[in-house]
């Protein structure tokens, strides 16, 4: 083992997190594979109240298998990224049906799976079977990236081969130590090396770090190119029956809000006279229609602006089948459906 490793083991010995559910003896190869795509683009103190309802609901590989993917969609409902909920649903009918229901003890096999790519391979192998792998997030990119004072923004190829490589020599080859390692690297940059405010006096590796001797901690890892967010306009529509339901669209399985139900969404100048011809809904049956104010949702790479048409019925349509892509909601319905951040805003404006 490496000063950097021994110094951040003994490190984690004291100051690490070990209390988190998915950490309790004995390890569960299941809960550690979940805590860690939730932990994809998400903080742990966001994740966890998501983490201890998903488990409750689906406490094996076999259960979530079984699901319904919008049980499971639900179950993900405020989390955000819903690709990593799909992949989760889609890899555990995979291991149903390729690896008994099991998560295999190889990188390759878990990288096969929809979801996991090489640092949540390495770290599953690492924390599940104590198997020697290293692992690259972000919070160990930034640490690396000072620790070492790697030029280049994260995601550029030859960044990436420089950290992977810091990666693979400061792995420890001991197994016995190997565990704590990669949970200590990853605390590390979650509580110490963070991205602003980092807390370079208590540090266990600052004696060392070449970003803190140039005085460069700020620097490092050096950004991205800052580009200005795209916007988008679009309107969608809230057709309530008079019972308060609202009729609901699922959305493409990939793509914006993938497999997710929200109100149909048009362009922002599509009037409602077409949707309801759409609908084959008459016309007539509308009593109201209302504009309410445009409101944005912010996604990585654009803004959405949503103006909801709030359009209401005299009388429930029967021309509207509830089929595979279309259904009636009420919004204290118990059902469990996967809905967007944004569809649960504009359906609170109808309780």
Avoid at 39 to 46: E, G, I
Avoid at 187 to 194: E, N, Q, R, S
Avoid at 232 to 249: S, T, Y
Avoid at 322 to 348: F, M
């Amino acid at each position: 083992m490496d000063w950097f490793a021994g110094r951040l083991v003994r490190w984690y010995d004291k100051h690490g997190r070990k209390d988190l559910p998915w950490q309790s003896e004995p390890r569960d190869p299941y809960r550690i594979w979940v805590s860690e795509i939730m932990l994809q683009q998400t903080q742990v103190a966001t994740a966890l109240p998501f983490y201890l309802r998903f488990v409750e609901r689906f406490p094996s590989v076999s259960a979530l298998a079984a699901a319904d993917q919008d049980a499971v969609l639900h179950l993900w409902s405020g989390l955000g990224y819903y690709a990593r909920a799909r992949n989760l649903h889609a890899s555990a009918q995979a291991l149903i049906e390729q690896h008994d229901g099991r998560l295999p003890e190889d990188i390759d096999a878990l990288q096969a799976l929809p979801g996991i790519g090489r640092s949540t391979a390495g770290a599953i192998l690492a924390s599940a079977f104590e198997i020697r792998a290293p692992i690259l997030d972000g919070n160990v990119r930034r640490v690396l990236a000072r620790f070492h004072c790697v030029d280049g923004p994260p995601g550029k190829a030859a960044t990436e081969k420089a950290l992977w490589a810091h990666a693979e020599t400061h792995t420890p080859k001991e197994q016995a130590k190997l565990r704590d390692f990669t949970q200590a690297i990853m605390d590390l940059g979650a509580t110490v090396c963070t991205r602003s405010s980092p807390d370079c006096d208590h540090c266990p590796v600052s004696k060392r770090c070449a970003a803190l001797e140039a005085d460069a901690v700020d620097t490092y890892p050096q950004p991205r190119p800052r580009k200005v967010l795209p916007t988008r306009d679009v309107r969608m529509f809230l057709i309530i029956d008079p019972a308060g339901r609202c009729l609901l669209e699922r959305r493409p399985p990939s793509g914006l809000w993938g497999g997710l139900w929200t109100p149909p969404e048009r362009n922002a100048d599509y009037d409602p006279d077409r949707l309801l011809e759409e609908l084959g809904l008459d016309a007539t049956i509308v009593f109201n229609t209302t504009i309410r104010p445009v409101f944005t949702h912010t996604f990585s790479h654009f803004h959405l602006n949503i103006e909801p048409v709030q359009v209401y019925l005299a009388r429930t349509p029967h021309t509207v089948q509830e089929e595979g892509s279309r259904r009636w909601y009420h919004p204290l319905d118990k059902d469990e459906l996967g809905l967007s951040a944004a569809a649960v805003k504009l359906l609170d404006t109808i309780r």
